[in-house]
């Protein structure tokens, strides 16, 4: 068994590809849209929602665009992200703006990163 796709929601689409495409250099597969009444039927939602579907290597992520979403408290949901080069990855982040959230556990440095969207992103 492995996981096929992680669904996030963003607010916005140009958010979502300045993030996910331009910086972390995922590639636009293909976006659809999820009609009003599978939207309601599965989370609630009462209208359409744009998708787009990007994919780097062998993460998919799934973007629902929700111009009224509104994170959870606590933000506990997250992604981690893995890459042979962290500290390059890292720098390119700060020097776009990307604030880094660190901290130390069990002696080891920890990244996180959020989104456009507020949607943390562990890196490593």
Do not use: W
């Not at 096929?4 to 597969?29: P, S, T, W």
């Not at 997250?78 to 500290?87: A, G, R, S, V």
């Amino acid at each position: 068994m492995k996981i096929n796709h992680i669904g996030i929601v963003n607010r916005d689409r140009i958010d979502a590809e300045k993030f996910y495409i331009n910086l972390l250099e995922f590639e636009l597969k293909y976006e659809f849209i999820l009609q009003r009444d599978l939207s309601e039927f599965l989370f609630g939602h009462k209208s359409e929602i744009p998708v787009l579907i990007l994919e780097r290597g062998n993460i998919v992520i799934e973007i629902f665009i929700v111009p009224d979403f509104i994170n959870s408290i606590p933000n506990i949901p997250h992604i981690c992200i893995q890459t042979d080069n962290l500290e390059e990855y890292l720098e390119l982040l700060r020097r776009n703006g990307v604030e880094l959230i660190t901290f130390t556990r069990d002696g080891k440095e920890k990244y996180f990163i959020k989104d456009l969207s507020n949607n943390l992103i562990e890196m490593k």
